[in-house]
């Protein structure tokens, strides 16, 4: 097979892009909180061009195809994950102030996320935490998320890191190769709002020693 090659992100990678494999890797629950692609994808490009965010460029490996993203990876260290929430709050608030989400959004937002907070288990500050994993639908195949899932052990463990931990919808195709490479589910988890009224799968916290 053909070796798959990825580099760090950078801040001019098309951040629409991003924005599109981030939402993939959870559409109902992205959906539930943004209300669509029209609100999450000017406050991702805000968060990938900065930094300390949950999705910023500088904590991502991509893969590129031509000018287009074919896979990326984004992670850190799980210290870093709560002050990078905070973080991205500040995007949004850059979003609004160049006018793509309205005040208005920005509550509305708020009061989802903090429901939708529930379905993730705590971070551990000890671990890798790989916030998104995905590839586009027409470069799926190619092995370019098993090599971006094993990029990020190895990375994990050269750091030092205990274990290398994920979120992931239980119905996310995803589950699979995370098995496969070693993961085991460490956590299930509802919240009622989200799950119950709205339909958002169980989400499962998923590990590997390392």
Same mark, same amino acid.
């Given at each position: 097979?053909?070796? $798959?090659?990825?580099?760090? &992100?950078?801040? #001019?990678? @098309?951040? #629409? #892009?991003?924005? +599109?494999?981030?939402?993939?890797?959870?559409?109902?629950?992205?959906?539930?909180?943004? /209300?669509?692609?029209?609100?999450? +994808?000017?406050?991702?490009?805000?968060?990938?061009?900065? #930094? &300390?965010? *949950?999705?910023?460029?500088?904590?991502?490996?991509?893969?590129?195809? &031509?000018?287009?993203?074919? &896979?990326?990876?984004? /992670?850190?260290?799980?210290?870093?994950?709560?002050?990078?929430?905070?973080?991205?709050?500040?995007?949004? !608030?850059?979003?609004?102030?160049?006018?793509?989400?309205?005040?208005?959004?920005?509550?509305?937002?708020?009061?989802?996320?903090?429901?939708?907070?529930?379905?993730?288990?705590?971070? @551990?500050?000890?671990?890798?935490?790989?916030?998104?994993?995905?590839? @586009?639908?027409?470069?799926?195949?190619?092995?370019? /998320?098993?090599?971006?899932?094993?990029?990020?052990?190895?990375? !994990?463990?050269?750091?030092?890191?205990?274990?290398?931990?994920?979120?992931? *919808?239980?119905?996310?195709? +995803?589950?699979?190769?995370?098995?496969?490479? /070693?993961?085991?589910?460490?956590?299930?988890?509802?919240?009622?709002?989200?799950?119950?009224?709205?339909? $958002?799968?169980?989400?499962?916290?998923?590990?590997?020693?390392?």
């Amino acid at each position: 097979m053909t070796e $798959i090659a990825a580099s760090p &992100g950078r801040p #001019d990678m @098309p951040a #629409d #892009d991003a924005a +599109a494999l981030i939402y993939a890797t959870g559409p109902a629950s992205y959906d539930y909180i943004f /209300g669509g692609m029209a609100r999450l +994808a000017p406050i991702i490009r805000h968060a990938w061009r900065g #930094d &300390g965010t *949950l999705y910023s460029h500088e904590t991502a490996s991509v893969v590129m195809d &031509g000018s287009t993203m074919a &896979g990326i990876e984004i /992670g850190y260290a799980g210290e870093e994950f709560y002050a990078r929430r905070d973080a991205t709050a500040g995007a949004a !608030a850059e979003a609004m102030k160049a006018g793509a989400v309205s005040f208005e959004d920005l509550t509305a937002i708020a009061e989802k996320a903090d429901k939708a907070s529930y379905l993730n288990a705590w971070v @551990p500050p000890d671990v890798y935490y790989l916030m998104a994993l995905a590839v @586009p639908e027409s470069q799926r195949g190619r092995g370019i /998320g098993k090599a971006l899932l094993q990029r990020a052990i190895d990375r !994990a463990r050269a750091g030092g890191y205990r274990a290398l931990h994920l979120d992931v *919808l239980s119905d996310n195709p +995803a589950v699979g190769l995370y098995t496969a490479m /070693g993961l085991t589910c460490v956590a299930e988890t509802i919240a009622p709002e989200p799950c119950r009224v709205h339909g $958002i799968p169980m989400e499962m916290r998923m590990a590997i020693t390392l």
